[in-house]
């Protein structure tokens, strides 16, 4: 059975930082790809970040390019979410994603097979 815990969401002020964390369990982590989705209220969920866990081809939603930093930790299973320079439109709610046996080639959220329980991120202004 796939499980995805997601920690390390908040409250933050505009320009501030924070780390989101998603231990996995129920698969083989070298071998697919792991995404970061959000959800604002009103909006559709969209892929803000997908981490290969076999090649180099990773994803980043332009709008979080050079704020936000996916990694991958193969000893513990876990991903992290590094975002900096939060703005107010980060606010949202941050659902890890997984497995993707499509790696980041696939970037819908019918690739991912799994979903976390979601974690809240608000940004203030």
């Known amino acids: 059975e796939v499980q995805l815990v997601e920690s390390g969401g908040g409250l933050v002020q505009a320009g501030g930082s924070l780390r989101l964390s998603c231990v996995t369990s129920?698969?083989?982590?070298?071998?697919?790809?792991v995404g970061w989705f959000r959800q604002a209220p009103g909006k559709e969920r969209e892929l803000v970040s997908c981490?290969?866990?076999?090649?180099?081809?990773?994803y980043y939603l332009d709008s979080v390019k050079g704020r936000f930093t996916m990694s991958s930790d193969h000893a513990k299973s876990t991903v992290y979410l590094q975002m900096t320079n939060l703005k107010p439109e980060d606010t949202a709610v941050y659902y890890c994603?997984?497995?993707?046996?499509?790696?980041?080639?696939?970037?819908?959220?019918?690739?991912?097979?799994?979903w976390g329980q979601g974690t809240q991120v608000t940004v203030s202004s």
């Open positions: 129920g698969f083989i982590f070298r071998n697919v790809g």
């Open positions: 981490i290969s866990n076999f090649d180099d081809f990773d």
């Open positions: 994603a997984a497995p993707s046996a499509y790696g980041c080639y696939g970037r819908r959220e019918s690739d991912f097979e799994s």
